[in-house]
């Protein structure tokens, strides 16, 4: 099956796969310029990630970026990726984030749209 990228404006550093046990939305979050950023969470379950150490289990929350203005077309790619995890876990296809986080296990690590992919494999 092929990979399916979604969003992408720099190289990535990391990279987790494994399977979506979970997903849901989640509160809004507000950048320092009181800009709204769309949310959303996941649960990957028997995942690895291609850094040194972290948990088989992790959640991540894909923040859409800015929606505003010139940036509109994030909503199309916020949606897209929330489709993409669903379809994951629906189909017990494996999910592959790529983005900026660190591989360990303390807390939820964090990726905005702006630099990351997501796609199924």
Not at 28 to 44: K, L, Q
Not at 45 to 66: A, D, K, Q, T
Not at 83 to 91: F, G, I, Q, Y
Request: hydrophobic share 35%; charged share 15%; net charge positive.
């Amino acid at each position: 099956v092929g990979l399916i990228a979604l969003v992408s404006s720099s190289a990535s550093a990391t990279k987790v796969t494994g399977k979506v046990t979970f997903v849901g939305t989640t509160a809004e979050y507000i950048d320092s310029n009181g800009r709204f950023h769309a949310t959303f969470r996941m649960r990957i379950s028997n995942s690895s990630c291609n850094l040194p150490g972290g948990p088989s289990e992790r959640w991540i929350v894909v923040r859409s970026g800015r929606m505003d203005g010139n940036f509109r077309h994030n909503a199309i790619n916020f949606q897209n990726a929330y489709k993409t995890v669903l379809t994951a876990m629906l189909s017990g296809k494996g999910i592959q984030v790529d983005g900026n986080m660190q591989c360990t296990a303390y807390g939820t690590q964090t990726i905005n749209l702006w630099s990351s992919y997501i796609g199924l494999y």
